[in-house]
Nanobody, 114 residues
Framework: QVKLVESGGGLVQAGGSLRLSCAVS????????MDWHRQAPGKQRELVAT???????NYADSVKGRFTISRDNPKRTVYLQMDSLKPEDTAVYYC????????WGQGTQVTVSS
C-alpha cells in the first residue's frame, strides 16, 4: 500500500506564499509522475500541476507563473511552491500518484484572505 501525506497548508494573505509538501511512503515514487490537484467549496476537483518522473512540468493556466512544482526523489517528496497567492486559490490541495493504481493524499487546506 502506498501512502501520500500532504503538509504545509494554512492561512495566508493575498500576495503571500506557501510551500506544500507531499511525502510518499514507497520508493516507487521515483518511477511515476506526480500531480497536485485542488478542490474549492462547491467546485469540482481540478488539476493544478504535474511533474513527470524525469522532471518535466505542466501547469493549469490559472497558476502559470505563480506556482512551481518540483520533486526530490531521494526524499520521496513532491513540492508545490505557491507565490502571489489570490483568494481564488483557496481550496483543499491534494497530491496524487498514478502508477498501476491511483493514490491520493488526505489533502491540506489553503486559505487566502483578501
Amino acid at each position: 500500500q502506498v501512502k501520500l501525506v500532504e503538509s504545509g497548508g494554512g492561512l495566508v494573505q493575498a500576495g503571500g506564499s506557501l510551500r506544500l509538501s507531499c511525502a510518499v511512503s514507497r520508493s516507487i515514487f521515483s518511477l511515476y509522475a506526480m500531480d497536485w490537484h485542488r478542490q474549492a467549496p462547491g467546485k469540482q476537483r481540478e488539476l493544478v500541476a504535474t511533474i513527470t518522473s524525469l522532471g518535466s512540468t505542466n501547469y493549469a493556466d490559472s497558476v502559470k507563473g505563480r506556482f512551481t512544482i518540483s520533486r526530490d526523489n531521494p526524499k520521496r517528496t513532491v513540492y508545490l511552491q505557491m507565490d502571489s497567492l489570490k483568494p481564488e486559490d483557496t481550496a483543499v490541495y491534494y497530491c496524487r500518484m498514478s502508477s498501476s493504481d491511483v493514490y491520493w493524499g488526505q489533502g491540506t487546506q489553503v486559505t487566502v484572505s483578501s
